[in-house]
């Protein structure tokens, strides 16, 4: 049966160490001057109520990839289990599907001048039933991944009892990479 | 709020830069320049071999064969992986418009080339150089009984090529100043344009036509209408955006008013290109004044402010994301 991954980022978890950032580096051999994964801290709120902010950037993997539909040679293509990947021998590079994404997710590696993006470490880790290496590694398990159709799943659990939120939703681009809000406020 | 940590160098490339713009001028004067040399050869052609008509059909020919495969050449080199091209030639996806465009152009520029071939084969024949050519221009010229035929579907391919442009970017929802229905009619109509003003620059500079009061009255009426089916068009395209809402607003308003980029649009597209013109072809009309040096300078602003909405659109585009 096909998969039904699913990212949860509990940003109430998140403490901004950037281990998943690190870990997804040394994974997936990214360059040092892009990023597949890097979570964005910022302070919200006027002294003394400041609060921090945690986004995660990265690949959301669309169950309507925009960056699938544009790429005219097919490189850029969706599995049966809805994760999009790149077949890097027929990538032409034309750059169409980097600006397709409206989670600016992609970037071109300037090593192998192909694009690239997250993959949730399909080929190293997933494929062998391992999780992402963003999620092996978080201090805090602020990520949680798994399949949410399993229903004793911890993402299923996650997704019943928690508010969930999609990234830029409104696209109907139906992410699977979510978050919990921060539940805490700051004055503005 | 204040970012703490986080880079967002790569957010802000420009993946497609100049040579995109440049390569969706040269498509758009390609199309144009045919479409307006056929409009000429259906409706205006006279058998005199010296008019202004004849030179507009013979620079219509010339210019766009040549442009459409500068443009490709370009288009092909921009690719971060250049000599991995081939495999658009063999796959195709349907929904993406890029691969609509490779096969609008694989069939509309041997078109191109065939007509071209079909113009100028007398003069081509004149040249021995041109000799080992001899059985394919023979094969061309038995082409001659289906002139209309391919002239008809030359149109049709034209318009596909002018247009696909435009699809090209509105088809992004990414980009907030792209994705918008009237584009691909902007870039079709000032592709037009830019093909009135290049076959006019073209056939007066190098076809020596005799041109008289006439026909030069009938090219700056001519420029008229385009440039007045222009400005509103592209009136409606910014009032759509403005019009937009959140983020599609903010970042048209940012873009029509901040830094260089907006300096391009006001000053390029709409001084030079438009309104520079515009008040010539008025005051050659009001005064009636009929000097060849009009009509030059303004199809040389006009190829200008084509050439500059083309950079503006596609650096706008890429810088306000939102």
């Known amino acids: ?188 | 709020m204040s970012p703490m940590w986080g880079s967002t160098a790569q957010y802000e490339v420009i993946h497609w830069s100049w040579a995109i713009a440049v390569y969706l001028f040269l498509a758009g004067i390609s199309a144009g320049s045919i479409i307006v040399a056929l409009l000429v050869k259906w409706n205006r052609h006279e058998r005199s071999n010296s008019s202004i008509w004849d030179a507009m059909i013979k620079s219509g020919t010339l210019v766009a064969p040549v442009s459409i495969l500068a443009g490709l050449f370009l288009l092909v080199a921009d690719l971060g992986r250049p000599l991995s091209f081939y495999w658009l030639l063999i796959r195709f996806n349907p929904l993406s418009v890029m691969s609509l465009g490779v096969l609008f152009l694989l069939i509309y520029t041997p078109i191109v080339l065939v007509f071209t071939l079909l113009v100028f084969e007398r003069t081509i024949v004149k040249y021995t150089w041109l000799s080992p050519l001899g059985s394919f221009i023979e094969w061309v010229k038995s082409l001659h009984s289906y002139a209309k035929t391919i002239e008809y579907f030359l149109m049709a391919a034209a318009l596909c090529v002018g247009t696909y442009t435009g699809f090209l970017l509105s088809a992004l929802y990414a980009i907030p100043l792209w994705n918008s229905p009237v584009l691909p009619i902007v870039f079709l109509t000032s592709s037009i344009s830019s093909g009135i003003a290049v076959n006019i620059l073209i056939g007066l500079v190098f076809f020596k036509s005799t041109i008289n009061t006439e026909s030069i009255k009938y090219l700056l009426v001519l420029d008229l209408r385009v440039i007045m089916t222009e400005l509103p068009l592209l009136g409606i395209f910014f009032v759509g955006l403005l019009y937009g809402g959140g983020e599609v607003s903010s970042m048209a308003k940012a873009a029509l008013s901040h830094g260089g980029l907006a300096l391009v649009f006001w000053l390029g597209v709409i001084g030079i290109g438009l309104l520079l013109p515009l008040a010539t072809v008025i005051l050659a009309l009001r005064s009636h004044v009929y000097r060849v040096g009009y009509i030059l300078t303004n199809a040389t602003a006009v190829l200008l402010g084509v050439l500059l909405l083309r950079y503006y659109i596609i650096y706008a585009g890429q810088i306000y994301l939102g």
């Open chain 1, 1 to 188: 049966m096909a998969k039904a991954y699913r990212l949860i980022f509990d940003e109430n978890l998140c403490i901004g160490c950037q281990a998943c950032n690190v870990a997804c580096r040394l994974e997936n051999d990214v360059p040092e001057e892009v990023y597949r994964l890097q979570v964005h801290v910022t302070t919200q709120g006027v002294f003394p109520h400041l609060g921090m902010h945690f986004e995660r950037r990265s690949c959301v993997m669309c169950d309507e990839p925009p960056c699938v539909s544009v790429c005219p040679t097919g490189a850029s293509f969706q599995s049966k289990d809805g994760l999009v990947h790149i077949h890097e021998s027929q990538c032409i590079t034309c750059k169409y599907c980097i600006l397709a994404c409206p989670y600016h997710a992609r970037f071109i590696n300037p090593l192998k001048n192909v694009v690239e993006k997250c993959t949730f470490c399909f080929d190293s880790r997933l494929s062998k039933a391992l999780d992402p290496a963003c999620v092996s590694v978080c201090t805090t398990e602020a990520l949680r991944f798994g399949d949410v159709s399993q229903e004793n799943s911890t993402v299923a659990m996650l997704s019943r009892k928690e508010t969930l939120l999609f990234p830029k939703a409104h696209l109907g681009t139906k992410p699977k990479v979510c978050f919990i809000p921060a539940r805490k406020g700051v004055k503005v």
